[in-house]
């Protein structure tokens, strides 16, 4: 039996005290010059910093979207390794959104890049691209196991141009593919919910991306079903793409008990001045739309 706390544990914990707002950091050029800043990796660090110290304490969770720290080489990563100190620092669940994928030892190497503890941008969890097979990401899953990270496949995205490839259906039961890997998640969580104790075991390490723009039913994942442990749900899309805190339970059903409400522009488009109550009133309306 493994002592250490599962990623579910800590983003249970971290809904039931904080609500279950995400705050996306995205340093945009534009957003970048909008709030005064240098497009560089030194705007994108005040930017991030900023950010950081408006979701402490209202935010479940912060989602750094590493291509916007990658565009600055080797200087946006050292930007992007202070701003996951940071996060531990104020008690935010880091999730770094990678969507990296392969097999083997390259995703092996992700894994450790991403998710080993001591590692200089270790993270609570990361996306994950799983569209080579579920058996592909096999050494990431271990650290769910050994580490207590979390992982977000990438299931449902909420870009139209997703349809065609997430709605397709395969294998023998005809499933489709957002609704395979829905199930490969819950069936990982259900397959190792005995390795850890008990109390840690109501909600799963390991999650998938649902977009709030998307009709689920449509995509073939079913959101009736309460299952166990609770399936974590990243679900980007509400605010700046469209979707409607209001419609989130109707979305998600039974599956926002553990459903992360992901925004990022909505929040950061306020700049520098008003970000902190931004996020205050997000998290507010959060916490009253999106309750169970
Ligand atoms: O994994 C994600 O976070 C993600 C998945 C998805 O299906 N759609 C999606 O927009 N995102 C991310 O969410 C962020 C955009 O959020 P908004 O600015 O709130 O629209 C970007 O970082 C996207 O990469």
């Known amino acids: 039996m493994s002592a250490v706390e599962t990623f579910g544990s800590r983003l249970g914990a971290a809904i039931l005290q904080r609500g279950r707002l995400c705050v996306g950091i995205d340093p945009h050029s534009y957003l970048l010059e909008q709030w005064g800043l240098a497009d560089t990796a030194a705007g994108a660090r005040e930017f991030s910093l900023r950010v950081l110290d408006a979701a402490a304490g209202h935010a479940a969770a912060v989602k750094p979207q590493i291509a916007f720290y990658e565009r600055f080489g080797a200087a946006g990563y050292t930007v992007l390794e202070e701003v996951l100190v940071a996060a531990k620092q104020r008690e935010l669940l880091s999730i770094a959104d990678v969507k990296r994928g392969d097999v083997g030892t390259s995703v092996q190497a992700y894994g450790d890049a991403w998710l080993r503890p001591g590692s200089p941008l270790e993270s609570d969890a990361m996306t994950i691209s799983v569209f080579q097979g579920f058996g592909s990401i096999?050494?990431?899953?271990?650290?769910?196991?050994?580490?207590?990270?979390?992982?977000?496949?990438?299931?449902?995205?909420?870009?139209?141009?997703?349809?065609?490839?997430?709605?397709?259906?395969?294998?023998?039961?005809?499933?489709?593919?957002?609704?395979?890997?829905?199930?490969?998640?819950?069936?990982?969580?259900?397959?190792?919910?005995?390795?850890?104790?008990?109390?840690?075991?109501?909600?799963?390490?390991?999650?998938?991306?649902?977009?709030?723009?998307?009709?689920?039913?449509?995509?073939?994942?079913?959101?009736?079903?309460?299952?166990?442990?609770?399936?974590?749900?990243?679900?980007?899309?509400?605010?700046?793409?469209?979707?409607?805190?209001?419609?989130?339970?109707?979305?998600?059903?039974?599956?926002?008990?553990?459903?992360?409400?992901?925004?990022?522009?909505?929040?950061?488009?306020?700049?520098?001045?008003?970000?902190?109550?931004?996020?205050?009133?997000?998290?507010?309306?959060?916490?009253?739309?999106?309750?169970l």
């Open 138 to 291: 096999v050494h990431p899953l271990q650290y769910t196991i050994d580490s207590g990270k979390g992982l977000f496949l990438l299931a449902a995205t909420s870009n139209p141009e997703a349809r065609d490839i997430q709605r397709a259906r395969v294998g023998p039961e005809g499933v489709t593919v957002a609704a395979h890997i829905v199930n490969e998640a819950q069936g990982w969580n259900e397959r190792n919910r005995a390795v850890h104790p008990t109390e840690q075991g109501d909600i799963g390490s390991v999650g998938v991306v649902l977009g709030a723009t998307l009709d689920l039913e449509e995509y073939g994942v079913s959101i009736a079903a309460q299952r166990k442990p609770a399936l974590p749900v990243l679900a980007p899309g509400f605010g700046h793409q469209g979707a409607a805190l209001s419609d989130a339970v109707r979305l998600f059903g039974s599956l926002t008990r553990a459903t992360l409400v992901s925004e990022s522009r909505s929040v950061l488009s306020a700049g520098p001045g008003a970000v902190a109550s931004a996020v205050r009133e997000r998290a507010e309306l959060v916490k009253r739309e999106v309750a």
